[in-house]
């Protein structure tokens, strides 16, 4: 289910919040063989409910007033969590969005390799017009059987410290 945990960072550190994408088709099916699975019904009812629950924080003031940044993985469960569950974010352009791999998905079957830019441009065309680093993906990106993930968790940790944000919204995977 799209849900969010805030990191509690003592003054003058990063704030991270990470969100898990919204159900799956393969979450549902358990048909883990379908390539770069969309959204189900519920995937999208549960990002609507988050996006509720986020304007309703940012206008009291809360901590999702604070984001700075979003970063998204590029598989496409996560641009449609990223896109739908927190509109509220990023429907003035005025917070950007980065879609990096270093965020995507181990692989444990086919579920979890993305496409090409190209393809992903053809379903998403405003994200690939409008976000960072989602038109610039190399053809494959995703994670391999052989990857070393803690390698990329490192990564990705170095990444979200380099950047000048305080307070950043990471949608990714479990």
Known sequence: AAAAAAAAAPAGK???IFVRHGE??????NDYTKHDPKLTPMGVRQC????????KDAAAG???????LVVSSPMSRAIQTT??????LHKDRSIPVHVTPLCSER??????????????????????????GLAELPDVWYATKTEDVQARLTQLKQYLLARP???????GHG
């Open 14 to 16: 990063k704030t991270i």
């Open 62 to 68: 809360g901590r999702w007033a604070e984001v700075q």
């Open 83 to 88: 896109t739908f569950a927190l509109k509220h």
């Open 48 to 55: 609507d409910m988050l996006n509720a629950s986020v304007e």
């Open 107 to 132: 692989w444990s079957n086919r579920c979890d390799e993305g496409r090409p830019p190209g393809e992903l441009a053809v379903d998403y065309p405003q994200q690939a017009a409008d976000w960072v």
């Open 24 to 29: 799956g088709v393969h979450n549902k099916t």
């Open 165 to 171: 944000e305080t307070v950043i919204v990471v949608v």
